[in-house]
């Protein structure tokens, strides 16, 4: 100062003090005139700002140590404020194709998918707000650097950032869920389609079974003989019209009955 007239403002000086480690001060000095303009002296002002420092210093190891930890973390996290972002963590910024320092302080509008855009607006004033606290958890697309869409599930809470009221936001990854949702309805989509098409098999072979046992009964009801199928449990399963005739039996009343009882019944009225 007594050099060049010009003033040292808020310079830091560190002094080292027995006993008390490194103590910080903030120094001032203004130069002093006398009548003809000479540098005659300086005005000296000196301010202990250690425990200032301490804290600044604390603030930003606890600052770094939360990043890390956040970085470390296999969710995206972000921080939201004035309708900006102006936090994230490293899966959040690889996620959305930016660096740091690029997504830091961008608008709402820059990262957050159009046709959402109202409802987030709307739920952040209400989460920055004193009223109830909107939902929490919801789906959400974010537009990423490249212009891709990226869709996360978020989990939403009220915080305080900087001594101001913030959004903490949690983002899960849910493309990989969505992709796997996808395959599994068109694995559903497969299953209903086979079993349709076994279920019009099984109709088709029903149908010509049908078709088949009704022109042999068509066929055997022309014959005068009298026919009749009867199975190892002795239960009639088919019997044409002379055969019906001559006991005085409907299809119905025979079908599915023990042939012993239905001939030796007729048989002792014969």
Same mark, same amino acid.
């Given at each position: 100062?007594?050099?060049?007239?010009?003033?040292?403002?808020?310079?830091?000086?560190?002094?080292?003090?027995?006993?008390?480690?490194?103590?910080?001060?903030?120094?001032?000095?203004?130069?002093?005139?006398?009548?003809?303009?000479?540098?005659?002296?300086?005005?000296?002002?000196?301010?202990?700002?250690?425990?200032?420092?301490?804290?600044?210093?604390?603030?930003?190891?606890?600052?770094?140590?939360?990043?890390?930890?956040?970085?470390?973390?296999?969710?995206?996290?972000?921080?939201?404020?004035?309708?900006?972002?102006?936090?994230?963590?490293?899966?959040?910024?690889?996620?959305?194709?930016?660096?740091?320092?690029?997504?830091? &302080?961008?608008?709402?509008?820059?990262?957050?998918?159009?046709?959402?855009?109202?409802?987030?607006?709307?739920?952040?004033?209400?989460?920055?707000?004193?009223?109830?606290?909107?939902?929490?958890?919801?789906?959400?697309?974010?537009?990423?650097?490249?212009?891709?869409?990226?869709?996360?599930?978020?989990?939403?809470?009220?915080?305080?950032?900087?001594?101001?009221?913030?959004?903490? &936001?949690?983002?899960?990854?849910?493309?990989?869920?969505?992709?796997?949702?996808?395959?599994?309805?068109?694995?559903?989509?497969?299953?209903?389609?086979?079993?349709?098409?076994?279920?019009?098999?099984?109709?088709?072979?029903?149908?010509?079974?049908?078709?088949?046992?009704?022109?042999?009964?068509?066929?055997?009801?022309?014959?005068?003989?009298?026919?009749?199928?009867v199975d190892r449990e002795h239960?009639?399963?088919?019997?044409?019209?002379?055969?019906?005739?001559?006991?005085?039996?409907?299809?119905?009343?025979?079908?599915?009955?023990?042939?012993?009882?239905?001939?030796?019944?007729?048989?002792?009225?014969?």
């Open positions: 100062v007594l050099a060049t007239g010009r003033p040292v403002r808020h310079a830091l000086l560190g002094m080292r003090s027995t006993g008390q480690g490194m103590r910080w001060l903030d120094v001032n000095c203004e130069p002093l005139y006398d009548g003809g303009g000479t540098v005659t002296g300086g005005l000296l002002s000196m301010t202990d700002v250690t425990e200032a420092r301490r804290t600044e210093e604390a603030l930003r190891f606890s600052e770094s140590t939360n990043r890390t930890l956040m970085d470390a973390l296999a969710d995206g996290v972000f921080v939201a404020q004035d309708f900006r972002f102006v936090y994230a963590n490293r899966l959040l910024l690889e996620r959305l194709g930016y660096e740091r320092e690029e997504f830091t &302080g961008l608008p709402f509008e820059r990262v957050v998918a159009p046709a959402l855009l109202p409802i987030w607006n709307e739920r952040f004033r209400g989460r920055v707000g004193l009223a109830e606290e909107p939902v929490r958890t919801y789906e959400v697309q974010f537009l990423r650097k490249d212009g891709g869409v990226a869709e996360f599930e978020l989990v939403a809470n009220r915080t305080t950032y900087q001594n101001r009221p913030a959004v903490l &936001g949690v983002l899960r990854d849910i493309a990989e869920r969505k992709a796997a949702a996808a395959e599994l309805e068109r694995h559903r989509e497969r299953l209903e389609e086979l079993v349709h098409e076994r279920t019009r098999e099984l109709e088709a072979a029903v149908a010509a079974r049908i078709e088949s046992e009704n022109f042999a009964q068509t066929m055997t009801d022309h014959q005068p003989t009298l026919l009749a199928y239960k009639v399963q088919f019997a044409n019209r002379a055969w019906l005739s001559w006991f005085g039996k409907t299809r119905d009343e025979v079908i599915g009955r023990d042939a012993r009882n239905v001939s030796e019944a007729d048989a002792m009225k014969h």
